[in-house]
């Protein structure tokens, strides 16, 4: 088996995930949800569209950033990332910081566009790759994004699955929960449950995920590398420096 | 409407008064940095941000340098350098009135202004926190639906001036957007629109038609004021990249009250021509 970076086993666990997407957008400082995205296009022979927000060769937004918004609400974009300080078992997203608010400490940057797009785009990934229990908490102090919503709201969009350093998860939107669905190498479901502040799902054998293959690598270390690198010139850097 | 001025700096940062509510475009669709230190040294008080949607070092400098009360926003931080250390202080510390928003809530309540209508509809937002600490959003059910729909209202925003920094002007007045149309949004909305540019060119946009559709009439542009390199140390697209270099030192400065107290007195205070 070939030797392979944390962050290839992501970019090619969350490529899979987009598999028959028509339009895939990637949000700000999402450099493995983008190179995921650039993989996934690459795979679908120029079916999909990509997105990647700070990239001018990828966004074709000509009407400022508002376009985008609309788009989504339109069911023009098919997937999406969203990732939180913290993440709690609701799929729950807070963007905005820890404590009470307003006056959180630390007070992180903000919402972004997640209590929207969350809504409204079909396949939103949350992704983050430090699995903690400080980031993966029993209920989030603040509410940037909501992951469950009422039957009688408008929501053709919300959380379809969740990937972490350690594991992947799918989400349960009718009965609101997580459930495990694979292990990365090298980790147990015990360590995953110590890690997690709130409970999930979980089927009598948990697969271990699968580790990304000869040509996959190829494609990340070669055209996707270079193709990142624009949004994410450091990022690009780090993926070379084996 | 009267003709465009075409102004300097100083001048243009000293018609925003104390207390205005000020619209302040994304960190990389055409900051006003220049200004902005202009602004800082005339020791602006009071001021009320709109970020649209987003900002960076701009609003991170002027809540540091104490200038503003109130700040609505999608998201504060110097993106790949790191959080905004003057900002995140600010909030924690109730110094400033933080209003959270969402990207395309800020663009409603600004087409919602360029109207004239007092409020747009959105979908989404429902069920979280943004929308609880917004008493100035309702939500009603959809007249349109028989059933029940929930869906959000948001209220019209019209800042009292709109800051940007663009490539081009020409003398009358008329300014190159290209594609950065939120640029064209923010000067619709709001009562006044001041504008530093790299250039101030002898032509008409509006006369080619290949300018005239990117361009923001100078019916709204009060001034302009050539500012080269306006946006330093942030980029502007298709004139010159960030300064990487400088906005890694900004942030470790800004990362501390007398790092940042040295950052302006070194940047802002001291090197008024280096500034711009």
Redesign the interface.
């Known amino acids: 088996m070939t030797a392979y970076r944390a962050e290839e086993l992501l970019i090619a666990v969350i490529a899979d995930l987009l598999a028959g997407c028509r339009h895939v957008a990637v949000g700000?400082?999402s450099p493995i949800p983008g190179s995921a995205a650039l993989l996934a296009r690459h795979r679908s022979g120029g079916a999909m569209r990509v997105s990647i927000l700070?990239d001018?060769e990828n966004t074709f937004?000509?009407?400022?950033?508002?376009?985008l918004?609309?788009c989504a609400?339109q069911g023009r974009i098919d997937a999406f990332f969203l990732s939180g300080a913290q993440i709690d078992g609701q799929a729950n997203v807070n963007?905005?910081?820890i404590g009470d608010?307003?006056?959180?400490?630390?007070?992180?940057?903000?919402?972004?566009?997640?209590?929207?797009?969350?809504?409204?785009v079909p396949k939103v990934i949350l992704f983050r790759p430090d699995h903690s229990p400080r980031v993966f908490v029993p209920k989030v102090d603040?509410?940037?994004?909501?992951g469950?919503?009422p039957p009688?709201?408008?929501r053709p969009g919300g959380p379809a699955a969740l990937v972490t350093g350690s594991a992947r998860f799918s989400f349960d939107r009718a009965r609101g929960g997580f459930r495990l669905e694979s292990v990365h190498p090298g980790n147990d479901v015990a360590a995953i449950r110590r890690k997690t502040g709130f409970d999930f799902g979980e089927p009598t054998t948990i697969p271990t995920t699968t580790p990304p293959d000869a040509e996959t690598l190829a494609l990340i270390r070669g055209p996707i590398r270079q193709e990142i690198a624009r949004p994410y010139p450091?990022f690009a850097t780090q993926l070379t420096s084996n | 409407m009267p003709r465009t001025e075409l102004i300097d700096v100083e001048n243009l940062a000293n018609r925003i008064p104390d207390g205005a509510l000020l619209a302040l475009p994304a960190d990389r669709n055409g900051v006003a940095l220049a200004a902005t230190r202009a602004l800082i040294r005339r020791r602006a008080q009071g001021l009320r941000i709109l970020t649209v949607p987003t900002s960076g070092m701009q609003s991170d400098l002027l809540i540091g340098a104490g200038c503003v009360a109130e700040v609505e926003t999608s998201g504060v931080s110097l993106s790949e350098y790191g959080p905004a250390p003057r900002f995140g202080a600010a909030v924690s510390e109730g110094t400033i009135v933080i209003r959270d928003a969402t990207c395309p809530a800020v663009h409603a309540g600004l087409q919602a202004s360029e109207k004239g209508v007092p409020f747009l509809p959105l979908r989404g937002i429902l069920g979280t926190d943004v929308l609880k600490f917004r008493p100035d959003w309702r939500v009603i059910d959809n007249p349109f639906e028989a059933g029940s729909d929930p869906i959000v209202l948001v209220a019209a925003v019209q800042p009292d001036i709109a800051l940007f920094h663009v490539a081009r002007a020409d003398r009358h007045g008329n300014v190159f957007v290209g594609r950065e149309r939120d640029l064209v949004t923010m000067a619709h909305a709001s009562r006044r629109t001041l504008i530093t540019a790299e250039q101030i060119v002898d032509v008409d946009l509006m006369h080619d038609p290949a300018y005239a559709a990117g361009t923001l009439s100078s019916f709204y542009v009060e001034a302009v004021a050539e500012a080269p390199r306006g946006a330093w140390p942030l980029g502007l697209h298709g004139c010159y990249a960030e300064d990487a270099e400088h906005l890694t030192r900004y942030a470790s400065a800004a990362a501390t009250p007398e790092g940042f107290r040295r950052y302006l007195d070194e940047f802002v205070f001291a090197t008024r021509a280096a500034a711009q």
Do not use: C, Q
Not at chain 1, 61 to 67: A, H, I, L, T, V
Not at chain 1, 101 to 120: D, E, N, Q, T, V
Not at chain 1, 142 to 146: E, G, K, M, V
């Open positions: 700000m400082a700070g001018p937004w000509s009407d400022g950033g508002k376009e918004f609309d609400a963007l905005v910081g608010y307003p006056r959180s400490r630390p007070r992180f940057s903000g919402s972004f566009g997640a209590a929207y797009l969350y809504h409204l603040f509410i940037s994004a909501a469950t919503s009688n709201v408008y450091r």
